[in-house]
């Protein structure tokens, strides 16, 4: 069996480091949320579906590796190599596991903003029947006035 080791360890510094940058998307996240910063939120989204995109292209790239790794680990527990092999993916599932929390909290987080969100709209529609209701009568214009005054 050819040396794998030194592919094995590339790619999962490259997975960790994936990994990693999706982990600072989601804890960035979190503080475009609380700043009802939908256009931040959406091109951090974005990152992150590429991150998730680069993640799948890497865990294909893996799965020879790994499973020489995996067959390798079984004859000898020794190796430092096969040791330095395994701490990199517990460090990417301890990653991995971080981003699962922060996207647990944000997910609350958006279901409160997009609460919010619902009832400032209704209050706002309440108020643009009201004010139609209010120039029904023809007392003062339309609400397309009020709206053409912003």
Do not use: C
């Not at 990653?95 to 996207?103: E, H, I, Q, S, T």
């Amino acid at each position: 069996m050819a040396d794998f080791y030194p592919e094995l360890t590339e790619l999962l510094l490259q997975r960790n480091r994936l990994a990693e940058n999706y982990l600072e998307l989601t804890v960035k996240q979190k503080a475009l949320i609380e700043a009802e910063d939908t256009d931040g939120l959406s091109l951090n989204l974005s990152q992150r579906d590429n991150l998730i995109e680069a993640f799948n292209e890497l865990q294909k790239k893996l799965e020879n590796p790994l499973r020489d790794f995996r067959e390798a680990k079984s004859k000898d527990r020794e190796n430092q190599k096969a040791l330095d092999a395994a701490a990199l993916i517990s460090e990417t599932e301890s990653l991995l596991l971080k981003v699962k929390d922060a996207d647990v909290e944000n997910t609350a987080a958006v279901k409160d903003l997009m609460r919010r969100l619902g009832d400032e709209s209704k209050k706002l529609n309440a108020a643009r029947k009201g004010i139609s209701s209010y120039s029904a009568d023809g007392i003062i214009g339309s609400a397309e006035f009020f709206d053409q005054m912003r």
